[in-house]
């Protein structure tokens, strides 16, 4: 297999927001009309990724990082998890806090690993199928036009195991529009970018990937078609 120069550098990077993403979203934020979590600031630099990983190396590899994004994810609940069940010291007064900030809420946690597993397996299937369709022209096309399906899916399976009877449903339906507006909009602000890196990349990594033969079954591991 053909080794690459930046590819563990993005899954790093991949990771990271996504880890990021997660701790900063137990914060609600208020922008005007919009209403949504800390996460969200960050979140769609995800589907971004995932985006530049398929159009260039391949669904299989997306895959794979897809994957470790999802075990380092796991790692952080359970690591907070752990920290949350033991016992403070006798002069540490910040349990509460710990617990409202970073505590583990199995609801929360449960929605947020489905919809991330969903979302982004849907964003690279349909980026790959859609650069084959076009012959690789309009990759604008296919970058927004996954990440539409993608975090429709993923905001949709998050609010609904999250919250359904938690929240009142006009405010999940205020939250999901506010969060689904947004992630598509940082993803056409920042398409530019997108473009330039992954045109680097092609030109750097010696490789522009179509699927054309590739197996799309999200649980096969292996980085060959």
């Known amino acids: 297999m053909k080794p690459y120069k930046h ?3 993005i899954t790093t990077a991949f990771a990271v927001v996504l880890i990021l993403s997660n701790i900063a979203s137990t914060k609600i934020l208020s922008l005007g009309w919009f209403s949504f979590d800390g996460g969200t600031i960050l979140f769609p630099l995800a589907y971004i ?3 530049i990983l398929t159009e260039v190396y391949g669904y299989a590899r997306a ?4 994957w470790i ?6 790692l952080m609940v359970i690591t907070f998890w752990v920290v949350q069940k033991l016992p403070p010291t006798l002069d540490w007064g910040n349990q509460a806090a710990f617990e ?3 505590g583990v809420v199995p609801r929360i946690v449960l929605g947020s690993l489905c919809a991330y597993l969903i979302g982004e397996f849907l964003n690279s299937y349909v980026l790959a199928k859609i650069k084959i369709k076009t012959q690789g022209k309009f990759l604008w096309l296919r970058a927004i036009g996954s990440t ?3 975090q429709f899916f993923d905001t949709t399976v998050f609010l609904l195991i999250a919250f359904a009877g938690v929240l009142p449903w006009n405010l999940i339906w205020i939250i999901w529009v506010s969060n689904y507006i947004f992630k598509i909009l940082v993803e056409i602000i920042l398409l530019p970018v997108t473009y330039r890196v992954v045109g680097w990349l092609k030109k ?3 490789v522009d990937y179509y699927d054309r033969d590739t197996d799309f079954n999200p649980l096969k591991l292996k980085t060959g078609v």
């Open 63 to 66: 895959r794979r990082v897809i």
């Open 49 to 51: 990724f995932g985006d």
């Open 7 to 9: 590819l563990d550098l």
């Open 204 to 206: 750097k990594e010696e």
């Open 100 to 102: 409202s900030i970073l």
């Open 69 to 74: 994004g999802f075990a380092m994810n796991l």
């Open 148 to 150: 539409v399906v993608g």
